[in-house]
């Protein structure tokens, strides 16, 4: 089972990215995805998640009417556009499961909950 973030890059402050999480060896629409990140010398954060069954997404209160997470079952990719990025939007970003079909609305920002991970994607928001 392997998970991979991709799209990550430079981007000025304002900008957009729009990143992508594909799995192999795993079927992606069984299973809520959430988003974290972590910048230099910080704790790995919560950004959102999406469940699996009726698409309800959660989010981080910094990223909210920013950041907005979809999935592509027909892809089996989960995406997180982000838009009016902002310095502090720099990190890496990281997609996870917890092989659960629900977020959970009080613990789908906890890290120790998600068992599998996807290599980071690199986003730095910079003037």
């Known amino acids: 089972v392997q998970l991979q973030a991709s799209g990550g890059g430079s981007v000025q402050p304002g900008g957009s990215l729009r990143l992508s999480c594909a799995a192999s060896g795993l079927t992606l629409d069984y299973y809520a995805i959430g988003w974290f990140r972590q910048a230099p010398g910080k704790e790995r954060e919560g950004v959102g998640c999406i469940n699996s069954v009726d698409g309800r997404t959660y989010y981080t209160d910094s990223v909210k009417g920013r950041f907005t997470i979809s999935r592509d079952n027909a892809e089996n990719t989960v995406y997180l556009r982000m838009h009016s990025l902002k310095p502090e939007d720099t990190a890496v970003y990281y997609c996870?499961?917890?092989?659960?079909?629900?977020?959970?609305?009080?613990?789908?920002?906890?890290?120790?909950?998600?068992?599998?991970w996807g290599q980071g994607t690199l986003v730095t928001v910079s003037s």
């Open positions: 996870a499961t917890d092989h659960r079909s629900e977020c959970g609305d009080n613990r789908w920002y906890a890290v120790s909950l998600y068992d599998y």
